[in-house]
């Protein structure tokens, strides 16, 4: 059995996943939305694998009133190695594409399942962090809080959604795909 | 019978002409309001612009003697911002801060007459402002991005440029006649030589876009009379302008009697391109640091053309053929014609010269002399997308439209009271707008709530679109608007917040590069401004607090950190009479001498945050 080569076509949607892997190191993963009456517009904090976008020094300025840790790229250490992470894991899924076998596959779908693990409980220990070490002599004092990894939160005067980016859904398109060889190839 | 005849009709002559002297018909009555409902609701409809949208046009109105000039929204007619360009202004700390203060030169005031945009092609290109000062003589440019005044110049040898600024097809030059004459240099010399030693001087000013300075590119010593107002051609006319010119009769004293005798005054019209290379071809003499080019010597380029007694406005049509002069004290509009004038120098059908420069014969350029029934006091024209034209009708309190071609009166309105100048939608471009038309009128008694014997000034909005004007809102506006220009919307790109200048020396954009800096007896101060605190030097033991010596020459660089729109700091020193604004990412500097000893509380003067009235620090001055 383990003898037993996966069929080109597994082979194929196991390269296909390996490349949008690859691309999805070149959008954002994850994102927060603000919005309160005087910022109709919204504000944003946008996570990419290596690096943050949006009104972040807005944010920033605003946070400091409930005595949040401001955000910046030095803050986050998985900046500087997240993206080598996940090139790895692109590398990976092309060896194993090119490799058609099983128990290769079985290796990175664990993998893939205990890193996708490890993201989610980091991502939400920095929200946990960030929401409940909050500066005791903070001008407003507010309630320790989470937000959510996804959906919405309010805090005092703002909404806040959180959301997967566009990023996350390719890897969870990738990991789709190398799912599908699992039942083809059984 | 024949006893009663006589008291009955007595009574009744008594009462009409109690009627007739004492009775109320001005139309702001009550009952008409009433009556009119409908009417008002339609109007309203035409000007309400909803909480949430923008109005069509910006309008830029002259502040006239508060040197500053009034944003409003058109059509609803809503006071946007008053931009400060000749005066202090502590609203947004202009006239404190270096920049503004060194442009202020040391004067108080100005009186900003005439607004001009920038022009590309004869159109507006929402770029820039000008404006000019009667009061000190001077010129100014706005920003209009930012809508801040970037560049003031003194303009020499100049009294009061009231006739400016009107800049040509492609903003090459703007042009400053003196009101004013005064000898050059502004020298002594008595009244007597008059005619001799004093000048009208027109100054070229040009502007450098990429430095955002204003220049003076030459001068012309024109005869020492009145120059009131002028235009640049368009099209055909492109290097051509014109103005008007009165007290021709170079009168010294009592002018509204002397000043007024002459039937004729005169138009100068003449060829800034000739004028420039006349300028080139080292045809001018240097004067007070000045190319000072003097008609009776270097001749060329300059012609007159005689008009109705004291004209005051003078328009070029959009297509730029013809000139239209109102005589301020003879009841008459009259269109002249640029080719014809152009064929009439060619032909040299002059009629003499004064002062060197020759006269064209009246005939040889006039078109045809307009004059509807009644009106009285026209003054300036506008220009709607039809090339139809609006003349307002200073005594006769009403705009009055008419066809330049015919000579045809189409349409007349009343407007409360005095009309000035109007300013339809882009009505002085190649291109204006129709639609709408605002009366700037110089009295508006009875018009608004009470406010004491001197009531305010008001604009009216003319709706241009249906077949009659119709007036459709009016707006009081504080004295006193002169001129005024009205620009789409969509023309003006302003940004929102300063971008970041790293090679600014001057601007510090962390907290931990905040430094104080003492050399000698100066000491410069490097902070930041952010909600909702001053950071000096983020080092200190209290880094809200500045520490000198007395006599210590002070320089305070503070940059706005919070690059979010519309987060304004202000900078004031309690009791140090000192308030500078910094605008979202902008640096702005302020410099004095700390030459009172004590303690000055330091506070932010433009509300930003919840915890804005915290935002405060302290300024201590060493005996």
Not at chain 2, 6 to 15: C, F, Q
Not at chain 2, 272 to 282: A, F, P, S, Y
Not at chain 2, 312 to 328: E, L, Q, R, W, Y
Not at chain 2, 434 to 462: F, R, T, W
């Amino acid at each position: 059995m383990a003898g037993k080569k996966l069929s080109i076509l597994s082979s194929g949607l196991i390269a296909a996943a390996a490349a949008l892997i690859a691309a999805s190191l070149f959008f954002p993963w994850w994102g927060m939305e603000f919005f309160a009456p005087q910022y109709p517009e919204g504000l944003n904090i946008i996570v990419y694998p290596d690096k943050l976008e949006g009104e972040i020094d807005i944010v920033n300025g605003l946070n400091h009133y409930i005595g949040m840790k401001g955000f910046s790229e030095e803050n986050f250490p998985e900046f500087t190695y997240l993206k080598y992470l996940i090139g790895g894991l692109a590398l990976l899924t092309m060896i194993t594409a090119i490799l058609r076998r099983k128990t290769v596959l079985y290796f990175l779908i664990g993998l893939f399942s205990i890193g996708g693990l490890l993201g989610i409980w980091d991502l939400r220990r920095w929200l946990h962090d960030f929401g409940t070490d909050l500066s005791p002599t903070a001008p407003i004092k507010v309630d320790p809080f989470v937000p959510p990894i996804i959906g919405e939160n309010t805090l005092a005067n703002f909404i806040t959604n959180s959301y997967l980016g566009t990023g996350s859904f390719l890897v969870l398109a990738a990991f789709i795909l190398i799912l599908i060889p699992l039942w083809k190839d059984r | 019978m024949k006893k009663w005849l006589p008291i009955a009709s007595g009574l009744a002559t008594g009462l009409l002409a109690a009627t007739v002297f004492f009775a109320d018909f001005s139309p702001g009555n009550p009952g008409q309001a009433v009556a009119d409902n409908s009417k008002n609701k339609t109007n309203a409809e035409k000007v309400y612009v909803p909480f949430g949208e923008k109005d069509e046009y910006y309008l830029f109105a002259s502040g006239g003697h508060s040197g500053q000039m009034f944003i409003y929204g058109v059509p609803s007619m809503r006071h946007i911002r008053t931009v400060p360009v000749f005066s202090p202004d502590s609203a947004t700390g202009y006239g404190f801060d270096k920049h503004s203060k060194e442009m202020m030169g040391g004067f108080t005031w100005g009186d900003l007459h005439h607004p001009a945009f920038s022009e590309t092609d004869g159109d507006y290109d929402g770029k820039y402002m000008f404006a000019t000062d009667v009061g000190n003589s001077r010129a100014a440019v706005m920003n209009l991005e930012t809508f801040t005044v970037k560049d003031i110049i003194d303009v020499p040898n100049t009294s009061g440029p009231h006739c400016a600024a009107f800049v040509t097809e492609n903003t090459e030059y703007m042009f400053l006649p003196t009101r004013f004459a005064v000898p050059i240099g502004r020298e002594y010399a008595p009244l007597d030589d008059y005619s001799e030693k004093y000048r009208g001087v027109m100054s070229a000013v040009t502007f450098d876009e990429k430095n955002e300075k204003l220049n003076i590119a030459y001068q012309v010593a024109l005869p020492p009379w009145s120059y009131d107002l002028s235009d640049a051609g368009k099209k055909v006319s492109k290097d051509w302008a014109v103005m008007t010119t009165y007290n021709t009769e170079e009168a010294t004293t009592n002018l509204e009697i002397n000043a007024s005798q002459a039937d004729r005054d005169f138009i100068v019209l003449f060829n800034w391109k000739e004028l420039e290379q006349m300028v080139k071809d080292g045809q001018y003499d240097e004067v007070t640091g000045q190319k000072m080019i003097f008609p009776e010597k270097h001749k060329g380029g300059m012609y007159l053309v005689p008009v109705a007694k004291s004209p005051h406005g003078v328009d070029v049509t959009p297509d730029g053929k013809h000139f239209i002069a109102s005589g301020k004290l003879a009841p008459a509009m009259t269109v002249f014609s640029f080719e014809k004038a152009f064929k009439a120098i060619e032909n040299k059908e002059f009629a003499g010269e004064r002062n060197g420069i020759p006269i064209i014969k009246y005939e040889s350029v006039m078109e045809k002399e307009v004059n509807p029934e009644n009106a009285l006091g026209p003054l300036h024209t506008q220009f709607d997308d039809q090339g139809m034209a609006y003349t307002t009708m200073f005594i006769s309190s009403e705009i009055v439209k008419w066809d330049p071609k015919t000579g045809e009166t189409l349409d007349r309105v009343p407007v409360q009271y005095s009309p000035g100048h109007s300013v339809a939608a882009e009505g002085d471009t190649v291109a204006p707008d129709g639609k709408y038309l605002i009366a700037l009128n110089k009295i508006a008694k009875d018009s608004y709530l009470s406010v004491g014997p001197s009531h305010p000034e008001s604009m009216q909005l003319i709706d241009l679109r249906g077949d009659k004007m119709e007036v459709i809102q009016s707006a009081p506006v504080n004295p006193e608007p002169h001129y005024a220009q009205m620009i789409k919307a969509d023309k003006i790109k302003t940004i929102t917040v300063y971008p970041k200048d790293e090679k600014d020396p001057d601007a510090v954009y962390s907290q931990e590069e905040t430094r104080i800096e003492r050399k000698g007896n100066e000491v410069h101060v490097y902070g930041i401004a952010m909600r909702s605190k001053f950071i000096f030097d983020a080092k200190a033991e209290r880094p809200d607090q500045i520490e000198v010596k007395k006599g210590d020459k002070v320089f305070i660089h503070l940059t706005n950190i919070d690059f979010d729109q519309d987060i304004t700091h202000g900078f004031a020193i309690n009791g140090y009479d000192l308030n500078i604004e910094v605008q979202p990412g902008q640096t702005n500097t302020v410099e004095f001498t700390a030459d009172k000893a004590g303690t000055f509380p330091i506070y932010c003067t433009n509300f930003c945050s919840a915890l804005h009235q915290e935002m405060t620090g302290y300024f201590l001055v060493k005996p």
